[in-house]
């Protein structure tokens, strides 16, 4: 179904395999070898490489899938039980709206078949051909992106690009996206109008610094993300120099691995993306091994899951229910936590009722318990409330 969309790897990249020490990822992975397609059937992630820049600042970067197989086969398989595949490289299009139709059609049919798609390079704006993909499925979505920027407003408005593809995104009508989170904005890098904005469609952002007070709080912010996508160039430029836009602050590798392990853990992820890679030679393989350490928590995490998430079958059955009265006793805050997880949840319920269907859950952190046990108003609530 998919062999007109892939080049096999090189030749060097199988014979790495073929020697590959056993227990290690390139000893069970099953690759493309550009005449037998990997049994989609059997496999729970898909993961293949972009090699598509034309949408960036940087339109002669290349992502080398090669240097990234190198170090991604060398790592030792966790107790996982899913079966990973890699599917090749994925060949561009002659435009790149060839390559966005492209992209759109295979993780759309991924998801349908229940494989979890990772992409490893490529724009950040090939967020906007992933985000298509879910529309055929009629429901709402929801998108964290891990970045330095928010990409919503660039000089070029004319143009999806690696700067505003989160513009185009919300301007699709009709628009399925339910809400936009960002993970480690940093304020240099993003124009006031595009916090305005921000604030006005009340997306989630969480501030480096903020991120990094608080680290664990992170986990709460992408539980619920249907698409996750990683621009690693919000990683400093010392852990991760081979992308196309470098910067001495950001990230640190530790808590990349830290947040892809998080995003693994959430039931409702259904595509995890890397983005903005360029590969230097002088550098060596630093960032492509720093990536292949991201999936692999990434795939850690996924299998950790433990089917938590609430619904109306659920809520009564596998959750603590905690009211916390506010207004003078006239309202009250609902919160939910996991008998299995011990994760917390917040719901958009205050009104003293003793059952409401309708009401909305969001994840939340056992510190927004506490805050608004202490009489305040957890900004989460307050965001929630609006919607």
């Not at 693994?264 to 983005?275: A, E, K, Q, T």
Request: aromatic share 14%; charged share 20%.
């Amino acid at each position: 179904m998919f062999l007109s969309y892939f080049s096999p790897p090189s030749e060097e990249v199988f014979s790495l395999k073929s020697k590959s020490a056993s227990g290690t990822i390139g000893s069970v992975i099953s690759v493309f070898d550009g005449n037998v397609f990997p049994n989609l059937d059997k496999a729970k992630v898909a993961i293949f490489g972009v090699n598509e820049s034309r949408g960036t600042s940087v339109p002669s970067a290349s992502n080398n899938m090669n240097s990234f197989r190198q170090e991604f086969y060398k790592l030792y398989i966790g107790p996982w039980d899913f079966e990973i595949i890699d599917l090749g490289d994925f060949k561009k299009g002659e435009k790149i709206e060839d390559t966005y139709f492209g992209i759109t059609d295979l993780i759309s049919n991924l998801l349908s078949i229940g494989v979890v798609p990772i992409m490893i390079g490529g724009g950040h704006d090939l967020c906007y051909a992933v985000y298509k993909a879910y529309e055929s499925f009629g429901k709402g979505v929801n998108i964290s992106s891990i970045d330095s920027k928010f990409d919503l407003i660039s000089d070029d408005m004319t143009n999806i690009n690696s700067r505003n593809f989160l513009g185009y995104i919300v301007k699709e009508s009709p628009n399925h996206l339910n809400t936009f989170t960002n993970i480690g904005y940093q304020s240099y890098f993003v124009h006031k109008d595009e916090s305005h904005e921000m604030e006005k469609m009340f997306f989630e952002t969480l501030r480096l610094g903020d991120f990094r007070n608080n680290v664990q709080e992170s986990e709460a912010y992408l539980r619920n993300s249907d698409i996750i996508t990683f621009d690693l160039s919000s990683i400093r430029q010392a852990d991760a120099p081979s992308v196309i836009f470098p910067s001495p602050n950001g990230f640190f590798a530790n808590e990349a691995c830290i947040l892809s392990r998080y995003a693994g853990i959430s039931d409702r992820v259904s595509f995890f993306g890397l983005f903005e890679l360029n590969y230097l030679e002088k550098f060596g393989n630093q960032t492509f091994s720093l990536a292949s350490q991201i999936v692999w928590h990434f795939l850690e995490g996924l299998s950790l899951r433990v089917g938590d998430s609430p619904n109306e079958k659920t809520l009564k059955v596998n959750f603590n229910k905690y009211l916390v009265p506010i207004d003078q006793g006239n309202y009250q805050f609902v919160f939910y936590k996991s008998k299995v997880s011990g994760r917390w949840w917040m719901s958009s319920s205050t009104e003293f009722e003793e059952e409401n269907l309708k009401e909305t859950i969001v994840p939340c952190t056992y510190q927004d318990y506490l805050d608004a046990v202490d009489g305040k108003i957890p900004s989460r609530m307050t965001r929630l409330l609006r919607l």
